[in-house]
């Protein structure tokens, strides 16, 4: 055994196998198909940076030297804002159904929001018809709705939706 390899059997750490990027499907398909066993493989150990990344990008020193976009440290001070673009941010709308809030025709987006409140608002009857024993994880169904924590509290407090065409937005 070498000085520093991992005994057999060891389990420990995060290893990957890497193939030239270039390569297609098929051919990272071959070499998968020419391995015998997992330990046929000449395996890489993966170690984070201090940043914690486990993948460090090639050119991560000159992305270290930008100023960051923005930062909890920024957000959070009083009055002494460190170097950063923006003091204030955050991750946006969220919808949590992109493919139902977003359309380029202002109609059709009204008629798919229209059909997603006419089928949650039937979640809801039928959660109440069920007497609302059941935990609202096993009792919903995911096939017309893809449901979120906040949509899942609304049908367990029996909270029906309405469409209000004024409050459709134009967004970028």
């Known amino acids: ?17 890497q193939v030239p990027e270039d390569w297609r499907k098929e051919q990272k398909l071959q070499q998968l198909a020419s391995f015998h066993s997992v ?6 150990p993966l170690k984070p940076d201090a940043s914690g990344n486990w993948l460090v990008p090639e050119h991560a020193d000159e992305f270290e030297s930008l100023v960051p976009l923005g930062s909890k440290v920024a957000k959070a001070a009083a009055s002494v804002i460190p170097q950063t673009v923006f003091k204030i ?4 709308v969220k919808t949590n159904r992109d493919e139902v809030a977003y359309d380029f025709d202002q109609e059709v987006l009204g008629e798919r929001v229209r059909q997603f409140i ?3 608002n039937g979640e809801v009857d039928r959660f ?7 935990p609202v994880d096993e ?23 309405t469409f209000d065409a004024a409050k459709v937005r134009t967004a970028l």
């Open 139 to 161: 009792f919903v169904r995911y096939d017309r709705i893809k449901w979120s924590r906040d949509l899942k509290f609304d049908l367990r407090r029996e909270n029906y939706a």
């Open 39 to 44: 330990s046929s493989a000449t395996w890489q």
């Open 1 to 17: 055994m070498k000085v520093g390899a991992t005994p057999p059997g060891d389990i420990s750490g995060l290893r990957y196998f």
């Open 128 to 134: 109440k018809r069920a007497g609302n024993k059941q």
């Open 89 to 92: 941010f955050s991750g946006g």
């Open 118 to 120: 006419d089928d949650y």
